[in-house]
């Protein structure tokens, strides 16, 4: 095939800067210039070229947009600066309290100066550009792995290729976060096009979004209306980037489409009167928003806040209040869970909630049916706690219908007819056999689910047939299933067994986080387990501490401190971890990195502005064996002092704690 000439070459690459000059105009700008017809005729020469000239193809050729292959899987993506999650407020005293904390950490009074944007209900995404191009996409996953969505993201117009050259020169690497979302109107229409077609239409906006979004073949993506907002950037020490207007400037001049509702104000009073007004004006937005996000403008004082667990001390989702929705209830179901709290749930007639259809909802306990006084039949009002959680809120007595009967709550487990008991000051009835079936398939779920030892192939349904068969009893009886004994299970076969088992086989290497995770002790969530797995480091010494040792830690409270104990000291949770063991289940010690011991036994404080963010040092003196603590006291070896400090260090010179600067610390480490 001949190659092309120079002419050709430069006729290819004028197209290119031209299509991509259209999108912008049509696709972030609102104000496109040429024809529709015009714009084919550009993209059709483009598709000309290419197709006589396959070598000159690029990633970042208007053309790629379309769709790649389709692929068998997504490929995880662990990303170099985690995504985190956020801290939610509800109230205006809710967020003054969380200004208030913002002023403590950075040990200051004045007003802080903030960024309120749309919370927007998409999917959110990172964009990697690695010298001006887009080389990978990412969905957020648990914050630290995501899944490769890069063919998909290629396909939404509003996601430039390639960055403007002065761009790519300045930051070699950058990576963008944003949110992929379906307006309303682009909803509405794919839905009218779907049933149509005879094809089942899409529940909402967002899962719309998010479905196209996962489609294993690009292609279907690329017929999806959908379009990508930037609200940031992952790293807040690029140079010359001080502050999130900035980093958003930059993003909206490079070709990303930024919400025109993203403002900078100071202090709690307006940021409460930008959430009024967004609150009045959510209804006439062609998006959905379940709120607004604030965060602290300058970068620098992120980096001294630092975060707390999976979240950030320096930004918080201020969340609308739940929508309302009638509907009739048509009856009431108990459900136990893997603790063995018997919970009643509402059985609805369906109605659509903030946005999505609703045909199940929670009546808490006993005292909140009490309250209520449900009835079958009965006109109800639901919300969504949190526009996540459906919840009965209340009964319309002037709609009762005549010769309704109460609803009782059970004295007996619905699972397995055992008596159920209410401990005393709980709220909540209790099934206590912990051989109870339905608590067995809640915990084997939990046990088996992606946070705990990730057993992929084994859900609800398989977990559900596992015990009716008798093959397992509790979770350690994984460890020991056979193929014989799977493959005549329903809808099974030799090479899912295979499959199974073989995962049960990696799985037995989980790292001690899953672990503690796995076991479904009452309040040990993922940031608890990685807590305690930091703590205690080998899993044998958090089973034999005491409550009262975990509750120093920080981080866990006395309530989970107290299950914790209550958890090993049972004769039956203790013979299960010592089958997983048998099982061949490692339980592998989390042995923390340490650059040396030089600080070993010192206990440090800082204050002050330093030359790199309080999270640097901190790392630093953890790293080589030493601790950080948030205020000074008697038991405070050293204040690491910086420009500008506050308080502490007054508290530091009364209580005679030596003071230090950052050349100090790093003779320290260099002695």
Request: hydrophobic letters at 40%.
């Amino acid at each position: 095939m001949a190659k092309p000439d120079a002419r050709l070459l430069a006729e290819h690459e004028k197209l290119r800067r031209q299509i991509e000059y259209h999108n912008r105009l049509y696709y972030v700008e609102d104000r496109p210039e040429i024809s529709d017809a015009e714009y084919d005729r550009l993209f059709d020469r483009l598709l000309e070229i290419e197709s006589r000239h396959p070598d000159i193809v690029t990633p970042d050729s208007p053309s790629q947009r379309v769709g790649a292959k389709p692929s068998k899987k997504f490929e995880p993506v662990r990303r170099r600066i985690p995504m985190l999650s956020l801290q939610k407020v509800t109230s205006a005293e809710e967020f003054a309290e969380f200004d208030r904390r913002v002023k403590t950490g950075l040990e200051i009074d004045a007003e802080i100066e903030y960024t309120v944007e749309p919370k927007m209900d998409g999917l959110a995404v990172e964009l990697v550009y690695e010298n001006g191009l887009f080389v990978l996409g990412s969905t957020r996953g648990d914050g630290q792995t995501g899944e490769n969505i890069t063919p998909n993201l290629r396909t939404i117009r509003s996601i430039p290729l390639r960055l403007p050259d002065d761009t790519a020169q300045r930051y070699p690497l950058i990576e963008v976060r944003g949110e992929v979302i379906m307006k309303r109107s682009a909803f509405q229409k794919l839905n009218q096009t779907l049933i149509q077609q005879g094809m089942a239409p899409l529940a909402n906006p967002r899962n719309g979004a998010a479905g196209s979004l996962r489609q294993l073949d690009p292609s279907i993506t690329a017929a999806r209306p959908l379009i990508f907002y930037a609200y940031g950037i992952s790293d807040t020490n690029l140079s010359g980037l001080e502050t999130q207007t900035s980093a958003t400037h930059l993003l909206r001049t490079d070709g990303f489409l930024i919400n025109d509702q993203v403002k900078v104000v100071t202090g709690p009073g307006q940021v409460e009167r930008r959430f009024r007004a967004l609150e009045q004006v959510r209804a006439e937005l062609d998006y959905e928003i379940d709120g607004m996000v604030v965060k602290v403008n300058r970068f620098d004082q992120q980096g001294i806040l630092g975060q707390i667990a999976r979240a950030p001390r320096w930004a918080v989702a201020w969340k609308f209040a739940a929508e309302l929705a009638e509907t009739v209830l048509e009856g009431v179901e108990f459900s136990v869970g893997r603790t063995g709290v018997v919970t009643p749930v509402a059985r609805l007639r369906p109605v659509r909630v903030s946005g999505v259809t609703v045909s199940n909802a929670s009546l808490h306990n006993e005292d909140q049916m009490r309250q209520l006084a449900v009835r079958a039949g009965d006109t109800v009002v639901v919300r969504r706690a949190g526009d996540v959680i459906p919840e009965v809120v209340e009964v319309i007595l002037d709609k009762r219908p005549a010769a309704t009967k109460k609803i009782i709550f059970p004295k007996a487990c619905p699972s397995c007819q055992r008596p159920i008991i209410r401990p005393e000051g709980e709220a909540a009835w209790r099934c206590i056999n912990i051989a109870c079936p339905a608590q067995v398939e809640a915990r084997l779920f939990h046990f088996a689910s992606k946070p705990g030892f990730d057993i992929e192939g084994l859900g609800d349904k398989l977990a559900a047939q596992l015990i009716s068969e008798g093959l397992v009893k509790d979770p350690a009886d994984l460890f020991f299933l056979t193929k014989d004994q799977l493959v005549p299970l329903e809808r099974m076969g030799d090479k899912k067994a295979r499959n199974l088992l073989d995962n049960i086989e990696r799985s037995r290497q989980a790292e001690l986080p899953r672990v503690i995770y796995a076991l479904g002790i009452s309040g040990v969530g993922e940031s608890a387990a990685q807590v305690l797995a930091a703590h205690f480091e080998r899993f044998e010494a958090l089973q034999e501490a005491s409550a009262d040792e975990m509750e120093s830690i920080p981080g866990i409270g006395p309530v989970i401190a107290r299950n914790i104990a209550a958890f090993f000291d049972q004769p039956p949770n203790r013979r299960m971890v010592e089958k997983l063991r048998a099982g061949g289940v490692q339980f592998p010690a989390l042995v923390a990195h340490r650059g040396s011991s030089r600080l070993a036994g010192l206990t440090f404080v800082i204050t002050g502005t330093l030359s790199q963010p309080r999270n640097h040092f901190k790392k630093l003196i953890e790293d080589n064996g030493g601790k950080v603590a948030g205020s000074v006291s008697s038991a405070t070896d050293y204040l690491l002092c910086g420009n500008d400090p506050g308080s502490k260090l007054d508290k530091a010179g009364k209580l005679e704690v030596e003071v230090i600067d950052e050349d100090r610390l790093r003779r320290m480490l260099e002695d």
